[in-house]
């Protein structure tokens, strides 16, 4: 667990915190020095050598392999994407939708999922929506539609509506019973706590840089596990998705016999420089304190949300990073916040609070003092838990 003198350290790293409560990382997380400092790096090389294309395969080479120690895959396994939808859009592609044609997926989603594989019917697709109960999706949910014509499950790792944490273990257990494929989404949590994929035993882990990891938008990776790799032709591709993209080869088509097969262009370069010093920063502090860090102070906001009668949207054992509280009108609680200096989101009526290691007591404090003054603005009445 950190000390507060550690979290202090920590904070000094993040301008933004000196003159604002930061509860968004579930939209973007904060700018460090790290990060400016890789974008100014970037620069750099560009200012000195005009065109350093070496260099910068080189550093985009450099940030599969941090990812892919960072999920505890090889880098062979892991494409490089400017966003989460263009894998998920890969993937997608490279499936025929023949013998099996069902994509079974929650409705706690986010929608890039489903417009993605709801595109995909005019190739075959058959998709069938989980419905949730309330804020809660369990298993018997996708019990009720996995089956032996399910081709793939996409599950959201933690929803960006309510903060519910999907039971994925439980859902590729099922998946893989029957056969069928499984990706994880963990955009909205990648980034605050330790990942291992193989143990997760998903297909397909689809993230992104610019929430919990701490980076710039326009940098998403995508793990595919090393048996399917060259099972999969994906029909989006490019240049940058053949055996080798220096060939100049204009009339072969050659995928890369590895995860590169998902990729299609020129990789996102500045943006790489960047999230890489995201990444290494919380390399440093230890995904297992941001963790502990952040599990505890959303034990504290979902008490003191507790105390004051708030509903929750988020379950009362979540370990974070996302608590939503069930508003009456969140987005203009959203703006009195603001009014106080605490930055934070909100989806339909939830009021989106989301929780990283450089968040303190002090800013949940803050926070629920303003809700304290606004509970018109909340759902409120008899909290169980
Ligand atoms: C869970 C989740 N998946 C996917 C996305 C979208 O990713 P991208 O814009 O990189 O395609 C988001 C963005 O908020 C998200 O929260």
């Known amino acids: 667990m950190l000390s507060s003198s550690q979290v202090l350290s920590i904070r000094a790293r993040f301008p933004v915190l000196r003159k604002k409560i930061y509860l968004n990382s579930c939209s973007q997380g904060a700018l460090s020095d790290a990060v400016e400092n890789g974008m100014r790096e970037y620069l750099a090389s560009w200012h000195e050598h005009g065109s350093p294309w070496d260099v910068w395969v080189e550093r985009y080479e450099a940030a599969r392999t941090q990812f892919a120690s960072l999920i505890g895959a090889a880098a062979d396994e892991v494409a490089v994407v400017p966003y989460a939808s263009a894998g998920i859009n890969s993937v997608a592609s490279a499936l025929t939708y023949r013998e099996r044609k069902k994509v079974v997926l929650g409705e706690f989603e986010f929608p890039t999922m489903g417009h993605i594989w709801l595109a995909q019917q005019r190739r075959g697709a058959q998709v069938e ?13 996708y019990e009720r ?30 998946a893989h019973a029957n056969g069928a494929l499984v990706m994880l989404d963990d955009y909205q949590d990648c980034g605050t706590r330790p990942v291992d994929v193989r143990a997760s035993q998903v297909d397909f882990y689809v993230t992104g840089t610019l929430k919990y990891l701490l980076g710039p938008p326009g940098l998403a990776f995508l793990y595919v596990r090393q048996q399917l790799i060259e099972s999969l032709e994906p029909t989006i591709t490019g240049w940058f998705a053949q055996a080798n993209p220096f060939a100049f080869d204009v009339k072969h088509l050659d995928p890369s016999p590895t995860a590169r097969r998902f990729e299609a262009g020129s990789p996102p370069v500045p943006n790489v420089y ?9 390399q440093e502090i230890g995904l297992d304190n941001v963790a502990a860090h952040i599990a505890d102070l959303g034990q504290t906001l979902l008490r003191g949300a507790r105390r004051l009668g708030v509903k929750a949207k988020t379950p009362a ?28 989101s909100s989806r339909h009526d939830g009021l989106r609070l989301s929780l990283h290691v450089y968040n303190t007591l002090e800013d949940v404090v803050a926070v629920l003092q303003v809700l304290e003054r606004n509970l018109d603005l909340l759902d409120t009445g008899p909290v169980a838990g």
């Open 129 to 141: 929506f989980a419905n949730a109960e309330g804020n809660s999706l369990s298993i018997h949910a």
């Open 145 to 174: 539609l996995i089956d032996k014509n399910t081709l793939i499950v996409p599950v959201t790792g933690v929803c960006f509506m309510n903060g519910f944490r999907s039971p994925v273990a439980d859902i590729a257990g099922l």
């Open 274 to 282: 960047a999230a890489m010093r995201g990444i290494e920063l919380l």
């Open 317 to 344: 054992n979540s370990v974070g990073p996302l608590i939503v509280l069930q508003s009456k009108d969140a987005a203009a609680l959203v703006a009195k916040l603001a009014a106080e200096g605490i930055v934070c």
